[in-house]
């Protein structure tokens, strides 16, 4: 059965404010040590590139409005498959600089949704 569009930005939506919440007021060097918030951080970049990865089978033309999308999918890959050449520094960085403006993204699709 295929899910509705809004459930997949729904999920990536609250994946990727609960980065924002977990690395709000922290630094890198906090992040690179606590193999907790790394877990928790990992887990959710996981659930945005999964979340994401479907609307673009399921629903591609709504999937057209992410900028970068395969490489998000290529970064959900990368956290799972590749698990033991995971760079903390990228990691850290993508949730500083690439993942608001995601986030504005995935809200304004939303926002078309519910005008339709």
């Known amino acids: ?9 729904w999920d990536a939506r609250r994946a990727a404010e609960a980065i924002a919440t ?9 992040f690179s040590t606590d193999i907790l918030l790394r877990s928790a951080v990992e ?9 994401l990865s479907q ?9 057209a409005g992410v900028p970068d999308l395969p490489r998000i999918v290529a970064f959900r890959n990368i956290l799972i498959h590749g698990y033991a050449a995971i760079d903390r520094a990228i990691v850290w960085r993508v949730a500083q600089e690439n993942l ?3 986030t504005e ?10 005008d339709t």
């Open 55 to 63: 609307l673009s089978k399921n629903h591609p033309e709504i999937a």
């Open 100 to 102: 608001p403006p995601l």
């Open 22 to 30: 977990f690395v709000r007021g922290k630094t890198f060097e906090e």
């Open 43 to 51: 887990r959710q970049f996981e659930i945005v590139g999964e979340a």
């Open 1 to 9: 059965m295929r899910r509705e569009p809004q459930v997949y930005l």
């Open 105 to 114: 993204i995935l809200a304004m699709l939303l926002r078309g949704m519910d």
